[in-house]
């Protein structure tokens, strides 16, 4: 009898909902679920800088014109005088528009903050504790004109800009050194002149920039690829943890993101251990 009311308590529902692990479990569930319901409602707009509209005409360009991502584009901003920006850039500071190569305007009496239009369009957008911090300058908002152009746009916002496809960009890349590898799908190798050009503009201590052709599956796991812009070399320098390494990516094999549990490995050896790694490539 005792076994029959084990077995019957485990599917009792109050006993369910007040297990830990089915709350977590749960939570688990529905923070997922919010995930895919805001990724399926995800547009391109959100995007791009706030108020930056893409163009289509930029859809299919092969060939790099950076005059073409040009754009004047209009966001809040708020007036101090130059004895108050750095105090009043503090209480701001999370309202503050974030774009790569966007600075604070300063004119000779005043300087401008520019502001996020996606938080705040109006004064009265501010939170009361904000609003009231900031009142004795002022509780006009300006509207100023901003050039928002290809040196402000990120990698992954041009791609889009030149493919269309939220689902064809390139967000990331390796770096051995000054070279930079990228492993493009079949659907961006059209676009494999202009991302290359595109990661040297955005990295410019990058001298090379290749595409992987293969999978590794070579004796000494070193791969093929193509040189897509820079420098025809292959030879680099690359620093791990204190050490420089000089090595020939055409001919060995170098994994970065080893990188953590190389450290790892090296705070297990002990004075006098022998480290014997059947598997070695350059780095290992």
């Excluded at 547009?43 to 005409?57: E, R």
């Excluded at 209009?74 to 108050?84: C, D, L, T």
């Excluded at 100023?144 to 493919?163: A, H």
């Excluded at 059947?278 to 290992?284: C, E, I, P």
């Amino acid at each position: 009898m005792d076994n029959k009311d084990d077995k019957m308590s485990i599917c009792d529902p109050i006993k369910l909902l007040s297990d830990p692990m089915f709350f977590l479990l749960f939570l688990a569930i529905k923070r997922l679920t919010q995930f895919i319901r805001c990724s399926h409602h995800f547009s391109m707009d959100q995007f791009y800088p706030p108020n930056y509209v893409p163009d289509k005409n930029l859809q299919g360009m092969k060939t790099l014109e950076r005059d073409r991502f040009k754009q004047i584009v209009k966001y809040p901003s708020f007036r101090v005088e130059h004895k108050s920006f750095n105090s009043i850039r503090a209480i701001l500071k999370p309202y503050l528009i974030s774009i790569p190569h966007l600075k604070h305007k300063f004119e000779p009496k005043y300087a401008t903050l520019i502001l996020n239009p996606n938080l705040i369009s109006t004064f009265e957008d501010f939170p009361e504790d904000v609003q009231s911090k900031i009142s004795h300058i002022s509780k006009e908002l300006w509207k100023i004109d901003i050039e928002i152009d290809y040196e402000k746009l990120t990698l992954p916002q041009i791609i889009l800009l030149v493919t269309g496809d939220l689902d064809e960009t390139v967000s990331a890349f390796t770096r051995t050194g000054s070279i930079a590898q990228v492993n493009l799908k079949p659907n961006l190798l059209p676009y494999k002149s202009l991302i290359a050009s595109v990661i040297m503009d955005k990295n410019p201590s990058v001298t090379t920039v290749i595409n992987k052709l293969d999978p590794i599956d070579t004796k000494f796991r070193n791969f093929n690829f193509e040189i897509l812009a820079g420098e025809e070399k292959t030879i680099c320098e690359t620093k791990e943890h204190g050490v420089r390494y000089k090595l020939d990516i055409a001919k060995v094999y170098w994994n970065s993101r080893l990188s953590a549990e190389h450290n790892r490995i090296a705070n297990l050896v002990k004075s006098g251990d022998i480290l014997y790694d059947v598997f070695a490539g350059n780095n290992h």
